[in-house]
């Protein structure tokens, strides 16, 4: 999963707290949206993009990775 939501409050200049006001979640839950790693739960993903009016998969996306090779047996 990739994260871009710090990286687009920055961009729009608005602070964690806003975020917490706009969307009326708790500020703990908010402090563990900023890992890299977040992946919220669907409802809270659609609270934070509706806050800052983008769609939930400009925030959060699946990585994509290229397909493992299997090893070739002698």
């Known amino acids: 999963m990739v994260n871009r939501l710090p ?11 806003e975020l917490a006001r706009r969307t009326l979640l708790p500020p703990r839950l908010l402090a563990r949206l900023q890992a890299s790693a977040a992946n919220p739960q669907l409802g809270v993903a659609y609270r934070v993009a509706a806050a800052l009016g983008v769609p939930v998969e400009q925030i959060w996306t699946l990585c994509r990775h290229p397909p493992r090779r299997s090893k070739a047996r002698p």
């Open 7 to 17: 990286v687009l409050l920055r961009e729009r200049d608005i602070s964690w707290g």
